[in-house]
């Protein structure tokens, strides 16, 4: 099975890259943050739970977070692969999704993280803000409590693949169809290895 992450800042356009990405290679496309946003959506406790802390801009719990993603990825049953958006955001959860892929003598395959600078993610987030109706893109404070989370908490995460020689890093910003050529790129190579 193939098992990319997409990572990199809020903004940064895992979301639209994945979605491409999905449809292309035929992956499964597992967004935690869409994930809370459906529960949200139906009301449910987890999703008012989630609430209180993405209003904040702040994690969820990794429990929380890996218990929704196991259950997602169970009702989905068997798939070519999976690319991760938005997940793993943490150490902790980096090392449960090992420990998950273990279990079926998986891995993760790639981690590729999209870079672009600060200033233009609080911009693209802003203007993502107008239409998609989404609070925590509306207020700066929350875009940059999420930055500051996404500094200290999420960034650690590609420092612990590429320890494993599993973690690259290409450019975010530019040409949408230029930046999924490059990650397009990327795959090709791992789907040739597998
Ligand atoms: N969130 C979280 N864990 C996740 C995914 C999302 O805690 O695994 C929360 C967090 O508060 C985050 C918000 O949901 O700021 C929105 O996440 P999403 O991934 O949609 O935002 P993006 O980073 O893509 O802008
Ligand atoms: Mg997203």
């Known amino acids: 099975m193939i098992n990319l992450v997409l990572f990199g800042p809020p903004g940064s356009g895992k979301g639209t890259q994945a979605k491409k990405l999905a449809e292309k290679y035929g992956l499964l496309h597992i967004s935690?943050?869409?994930?809370?946003?459906?529960?949200?959506?139906?009301?449910?406790?987890?999703?008012?739970?989630?609430?209180?802390?993405?209003q904040k801009g702040e994690l969820v719990p990794d429990?929380?977070?890996?218990?929704?993603?196991k259950a997602a990825l169970a009702r989905h049953g068997s798939t070519f692969g999976v690319i991760y958006d938005g997940f793993p955001r943490t150490v902790?959860?980096?090392?449960?999704?090992?420990?998950?892929?273990?279990?079926?003598?998986?891995?993760?395959?790639v981690l590729i993280s999209l870079k672009v600078e600060d200033k233009e993610i609080i911009e693209r987030i802003i203007k993502r803000g107008e239409s998609s109706g989404r609070a925590d893109d509306k207020d700066e404070a929350i875009i940059q409590s999420r930055i500051?989370?996404?500094?200290?908490?999420?960034?650690?995460?590609?420092?612990?693949?590429?320890?494993?020689?599993k973690a690259l890093t290409i450019k975010g910003s530019g040409d949408i169809d230029e930046i999924f050529e490059s990650l397009c790129a990327v795959i090709d190579q791992v789907t040739v290895e597998e």
């Open 32 to 54: 935690t943050g869409d994930l809370f946003r459906k529960e949200i959506g139906d009301k449910s406790e987890l999703g008012l739970l989630a609430t209180s802390y993405i």
């Open 63 to 69: 429990e929380v977070t890996i218990g929704m993603l």
């Open 92 to 109: 902790d959860q980096a090392k449960a999704l090992d420990e998950m892929l273990e279990e079926s003598e998986d891995e993760i395959d």
């Open 148 to 165: 500051e989370v996404y500094k200290k908490e999420t960034q650690p995460v590609y420092a612990y693949y590429d320890a494993h020689d």
